[in-house]
């Protein structure tokens, strides 16, 4: 399709492009920005007039919920979430049912994707069979299937020589270890943050301490190996602090930070609300500052969505029993949004969940190339939709937004030249 957007606000966070101009897209990529081309003839044209028009984003944490988990989300439910969300590229953690540790599991996800001609999905494979944290999975056959990196998800690896020779193995090939950083002892089975809050509510805590244990125990490892990790969803001002100090020392080591810890703190599970179980739980109103000071430093290298899709029968039950997780997909674009209000450029907020999201994950993602794919997002950054369950493509309702009014509503969303959504 040669499709024409014209008169769009274009920002390109990776080229430092901020300006009104138009896009030309031809077989499924971008063929010119601002001048029309010779002998172009658009088929479609989109007036993004007082509009942004900027790649489609690209989200680090997205759980699909297939294979196993149907009954809290499919692929079709959360491949049209993701339409709606602007979000063109999303990487898959492996705690699916079965887990993602043999190729022909990865292939059929990535095949069934790819027979929806939406967003592009890249898995990450189990580090460990089963996510048992025994033995390592064949990291070079799951490379070759489609996986871009190596993970445990929420199953931290209590034998430490086992995540040794998993950054060592990964060392030697190049791959990338995506861990989140939990200690496997200290906070099981917490439900909120350890602090006062927990303490009034009789809530059991998770101390930040499984955090920051954690992180001493990688960044020795990574020290003796040379291995690349990407952190998952910090949460931690003492946390990032050791980040820092990592990044500054030279280690190969970037992070990322859920949507929602960006702007809510543990006060916000209020009298306890269930959408606000999250893991890792939500923190104090101090690691919600150093969240910010580090999104603003570059200690945090991108937001993710973290999005978790949850049934009713498992989230609407007493808070230390439901299940944790919340729908981020369709919240990632006006979370950023929201952040960027408080004086940050916009360019700069959409890089988090863009340019640099694909930096993280070694994809080809997240910029506007003339003779590039042709991925991008047309929305409109002061219109307002209120969050409702209605309004929420993804089978799974349940976030702690619930009820606000958002900024930013996504106009158009374009997968490989070809306009997937369009409101």
């Not at 890792?280 to 993710?304: F, H, K, M, V, W």
């Not at 049934?311 to 609407?316: M, R, S, T």
């Not at 950054?381 to 089978?395: D, G, H, I, Y």
Request: proline share 6%; with cysteine; aromatic share 4%.
């Amino acid at each position: 399709m040669k499709l024409h957007i014209k008169n769009g606000r274009v920002i390109d966070p990776a080229k430092g492009l901020d300006a009104v101009q138009d896009v030309f897209i031809d077989g499924g990529v971008i063929v010119a920005l601002g001048a029309q081309p010779p002998s172009f003839a658009a088929e479609r044209t989109i007036d993004a007039s007082g509009l942004v028009v900027a790649p489609g984003l690209v989200d680090l944490a997205a759980r699909l919920r297939e294979p196993g988990w149907e009954y809290k989300a499919t692929l079709e439910s959360e491949m049209q979430a993701a339409m709606q969300g602007g979000v063109t590229t999303l990487v898959c953690p492996p705690d699916t049912d079965p887990v993602l540790d043999e190729p022909g599991l990865v292939e059929m996800l990535k095949h069934r994707a790819r027979g929806l001609n939406q967003a592009h999905v890249h898995p990450l494979g189990a580090l460990t069979m089963g996510l048992k944290g025994k033995a390592l999975t064949e990291m070079a056959e799951l490379t070759e299937s489609g996986c871009i990196g190596f993970a445990q998800a929420e199953v931290p690896i209590e034998d430490t020589t086992v995540l040794l020779r998993a950054l060592q193995y990964a060392k030697t090939y190049g791959y990338t270890v995506w861990l989140r950083p939990q200690d496997p002892h200290i906070g099981l089975g917490g439900v909120a943050h350890a602090g006062p809050l927990a303490s009034r509510l009789g809530l059991s805590g998770v101390p930040v301490m499984s955090e920051t244990i954690a992180l001493h125990t990688i960044f020795e490892l990574m020290r003796s190996t040379g291995a690349r990790v990407h952190l998952c969803r910090m949460s931690s001002a003492a946390g990032l602090a050791l980040v820092r100090q990592a990044k500054q020392e030279g280690l190969a080591v970037s992070c990322d930070v859920g949507v929602h810890h960006v702007h809510l703190t543990d006060a916000d599970i209020g009298f306890f609300e269930p959408n606000a179980r999250l893991t890792p739980p939500l923190r104090s109103q101090r690691d919600r500052d150093a969240i910010l000071a580090a999104l603003a430093d570059g200690t945090i290298d991108a937001i993710c969505s973290d999005h978790t899709p949850v049934d009713d029968d498992e989230k609407l039950l007493p808070f230390a029993e439901a299940s944790p997780g919340a729908t981020g997909l369709e919240l990632l674009l006006s979370l950023t949004l929201k952040w960027a209000e408080q004086g940050v450029p916009l360019p700069k907020a959409l890089a988090k969940i863009t340019c640099d999201a694909a930096r993280v994950a070694g994809l080809d993602a997240g910029t506007l190339s003339v003779g590039g794919r042709a991925d991008l997002v047309v929305f409109d950054p002061q219109a307002r939709w209120k969050v409702e369950r209605t309004a929420l493509a993804s089978q799974g309702k349940h976030t702690p937004f619930l009820g606000y009014e958002l900024a930013g509503q996504v106009r158009a969303t374009v997968v490989a030249g070809q306009v997937a959504f369009s409101r």
